[in-house]
């Protein structure tokens, strides 16, 4: 049998095994379909009616507001809305509520009788009692606008303050990114897999911990406990039945990631299938606020970031202190070597997975309590949390760590110069800057090419 033919048949046997793989997610899918559906899907929903002509509420157009001076509800205050031949005018009713119904889209102009007022309330400023309603913000079929009255007593926050503010939630932001990048770069260290499902992970810890503290009412910290175990089962799970027989296989890399990038679409959408695309509230009693000084942190934000700490410094001590922590680092930085020690590579692979399914389930609980609950939550930092595994030093636990403070910080900072929306991509910017200036990374070693 020639090389080519050899070659050949080894490729069929790879590829018969990655659809194989492939065919069982399926397979596992529908099987949890099928025995899990949501409540949204357990029943057809009748359609509603069409809408007559005495009912026709698509045309009904309105103006309204509230009004309010301070605490204080106004009642009794006319408003008068005109325009393109229409003119009607509305009384603000006990609670301070009032509207107009109007006759379609166009421009109206909104006008507030000041003689209307009570005694002693005015307007904030006496200019602006009348506001302008254009056609082309009729966007929806109501406007509200409102009127302004007393001395505005809000409290104008410096750039010190901001800049303070920004730090710590920054800081907070970047060890969440750590928690979950440090479990990206264990898994790349020892296997040398970019692990696109990971952002899955992270989900699926939040996933869990919203199920129990949530929905079945479980305490926080016994909800979080059992999201560990749930998302370290996980990463178990994915290695026994998918990343074990790839590698026996002998899959390269490229294949192995394209199969990880494949694995997070359908885990995605699983999510969204069985939780729905609404973001969901995570109402476990710590979002009330402390004031620090000029720095305003809620009750989650300080445990989260005390939980992180605690739980990196035992990730440190655990690979620098412990036989399988330094089992760990020698398969990351010579298997071939390591194995021909007598270190179990599959062993200590199979033990990273755990571990970075754990770390990637409390991210998950922590990123949760930071920015509520949803189905694509993990994939919408997957990219930063690449980004401070590869600006940190790849392969490196202690690289990711520094890396995900620096785009945690840089990415809360960026907002008081750029638009928020921007934060993001601003943070990848800073990598491709770095990597420029230092392309093996913060904290990575270099390494000799040829």
């Known amino acids: 049998m020639s090389i080519t033919e050899k ?7 790879s590829l018969k095994a990655l659809f194989g793989v492939l065919f069982a997610t399926i397979v596992l899918g529908v099987t949890l379909a099928g025995g899990m559906s949501p ?3 357990a029943e057809t929903p009748t359609p509603a009616p069409a809408p007559t002509e005495e009912s026709d509420f698509t045309n009904t157009y309105s103006i309204g507001g509230v009004l309010r001076n301070g605490d204080e509800v106004l009642e009794g205050v006319d408003i008068t809305v005109e325009g393109d031949g229409f003119s009607e005018t509305a009384t603000s009713d006990e609670a301070g ?5 109007v006759p379609g889209k166009a421009e109206y102009t909104v006008t507030l009788e000041v003689s209307t007022l009570p005694d002693g309330v005015e307007l904030r400023n006496p200019d602006a009692a009348s506001s302008v309603v254009t056609a082309d913000q009729w966007l929806t079929t109501s406007i509200t606008r409102s009127f302004p009255m007393g001395e505005d007593t809000r409290e104008t926050t410096g750039f010190g303050a901001q800049l303070l503010q920004r730090l710590v939630s920054g800081l907070n932001f970047g060890l969440l990114i750590a928690l979950a990048a440090i479990g990206i770069t264990l898994i790349f260290g020892t296997t040398g897999l970019n692990n696109f499902a990971h952002g899955e992970m992270v989900t699926f810890g939040a996933i869990v911990a919203w199920i129990f503290a949530v929905l079945l009412g479980v305490n926080i910290f016994v909800a979080m406990a059992i999201a560990l175990v749930f998302g370290g089962a996980f990463g178990w799970v994915q290695d026994a039945l998918l990343w074990k027989p790839l590698r026996r296989k002998g899959v390269k890399l490229v294949q192995a990631m394209i199969v990880s990038i494949g694995l997070a679409i359908v885990l995605r959408y699983l999510y969204l299938y069985f939780i729905g695309g609404e973001t969901k509230a995570m109402n476990v009693g710590l979002s009330e606020a402390v004031q620090l000084g000029p720095v305003r942190i809620t009750v989650a934000s300080i445990i989260s970031m005390v939980i992180s700490v605690v739980v990196l410094v035992l990730v440190g001590l655990f690979l620098t202190r412990t036989r399988i922590g330094k089992a760990t680092r020698a398969v990351s930085d010579n298997p071939s070597l390591a194995a021909a020690s007598g270190i179990d590579v599959d062993r200590i692979i199979r033990i990273v997975w755990v571990i970075a399914g754990a770390l990637a389930a409390l991210a998950g609980v922590m990123l949760a309590l930071y920015r509520q609950v949803s189905w694509d939550m993990g ?4 990219l930063l949390m690449f ?14 760590l520094v890396g995900s403070i620096v785009v945690g910080l840089f990415v809360e900072l960026s907002t008081l110069f750029i638009p928020a929306d921007l934060k993001y991509a601003a943070a990848l910017v800073v990598l491709i800057l770095v990597l420029l200036v230092r392309p093996q990374g913060i904290l990575g070693r270099r390494e000799r090419i040829g």
């Open 387 to 400: 980004a401070a595994v590869t600006l940190g030093g790849l392969g490196s636990a202690y690289g990711a």
């Open 7 to 13: 070659a050949h048949r080894r490729s069929s046997r």
């Open 379 to 382: 994939f919408q930092i997957l």
């Open 97 to 101: 509520e009032w509207e107009v119904v």
């Open 39 to 41: 409540a949204t899907a």
